[in-house]
C-alpha cells in the first residue's frame, strides 16, 4: 500500500533551522507532484511548497527565500529545508503526492510537528 512517512520536525528557536524529509513507497514516485502543506493550531491547511517531476518549485509568499523543497526519484524522497524559521512557522506539516492526470489519485503523510519559539 502506499505509504508517505514524514521526519525532521522538532522544536526549534526563531532563526533557526530544520530540515523534514519524507519517504515514499508504494507509487511511481517520478511521476508524481510532491508538495509540502502545514496546519497551525485554529487554521486552514496551506500549501507551503510543491515540486514537479521536472524539479520546478513553487512557494508560498511567506516562506520565499527561506524554505527550500527538493526531490531525489532514485530515493523517493522528497525534502523541506526550512531556514531562518519564525514562531508564525509552528504547525504540523504534511508530505502531500498528487498524480495530477487522475482524479482522486493523491495521498497524504501523517505530519510532522514543527514548533519554534519566540
Known amino acids: 500500500q502506499v505509504q508517505l512517512v514524514e521526519s525532521g520536525g522538532g522544536l526549534m528557536q526563531a532563526g533557526g533551522s530544520l530540515r523534514l524529509s519524507c519517504a515514499a513507497s508504494?507509487?511511481?514516485?517520478?511521476?508524481?507532484?510532491m508538495a509540502w502543506y502545514r496546519q497551525a493550531p485554529g487554521k486552514q491547511r496551506e500549501l507551503v511548497a510543491d515540486i514537479t517531476r521536472g524539479g520546478q518549485s513553487n512557494y508560498l509568499d511567506s516562506v520565499k527565500g527561506r524554505f527550500t523543497i527538493s526531490r531525489d526519484n532514485a530515493k523517493n524522497t522528497v525534502t523541506l529545508q526550512m531556514n531562518s524559521l519564525k514562531p508564525e512557522d509552528t504547525a504540523v506539516y504534511y508530505c502531500?503526492?498528487?498524480?495530477?492526470?487522475?482524479?482522486?489519485?493523491?495521498?497524504w503523510g501523517k505530519g510532522t510537528l514543527v514548533t519554534v519559539s519566540p
Open positions: 502531500y503526492a498528487d498524480r495530477r492526470d487522475i482524479v482522486d489519485m493523491d495521498y
Open positions: 508504494g507509487i511511481r514516485f517520478s511521476i508524481y507532484v
